[in-house]
């Protein structure tokens, strides 16, 4: 590969190496969060009450990029057995079709996510807590919906056959 494709193919790896990393430092702090609020409700009787919400806020990042990590990594939940009776010769074309499909559910699902925050911008919904806006949870959609469509987008141009 040269030029451009080779480009792509640095740009896609680091991009794919920084949500990762974003993905653990959430989940630390997720984990830390969540652990800390514990302790301190049931052993000193107090709670934060702006942890639960940091903590529900997280969460809904670390699932959708988390999303985004297993895709990459070929780890999603795939249901491999139906490609897995498909003979050789026609798994490329039945994964380039089962891909446009996919293409098209996460172009509606990145569209559904950015109207939303849109919506909730316009509206100027904020948490109850914290006194943000709402849209910063909502925005994980739309994020993880344009990256996932991009790693797919860029296995069906590569025409990427998954050794089985």
Not at 29 to 39: A, E, H, K, P
Not at 40 to 46: C, E, F, H, T
Not at 70 to 88: E, G, I
């Amino acid at each position: 590969m040269s030029g451009p494709g080779r480009a792509i193919t640095r740009i896609e790896a680091a991009v794919g190496r920084a949500v990762e990393g974003i993905t653990w430092v959430l989940t630390g702090v997720l984990v830390l969060l969540v652990s800390v609020n514990v302790f301190a409700r049931y052993a000193l009787g107090i709670g934060w009450f702006w942890a639960e919400e940091v903590t529900r806020l997280v969460f809904v990042w670390v699932v959708f990029l988390g999303s985004y990590v297993a895709l990459r990594r070929k780890q999603h939940v795939a249901m491999d057995f139906v490609a897995a009776r498909v003979p050789r010769r026609a798994l490329p074309a039945f994964l380039t079709v089962t891909r446009l499909f996919v293409l098209a559910f996460l172009g509606v699902v990145a569209w559904s996510g950015i109207e939303l925050v849109r919506t909730t911008l316009e509206l100027g919904r904020v948490t109850p807590i914290l006194g943000i806006s709402a849209a910063w949870g909502y925005l994980g959609v739309p994020v993880s919906a344009i990256l996932m469509f991009l790693e797919v987008l860029r296995e069906t141009l590569v025409g990427e056959v998954p050794s089985t």
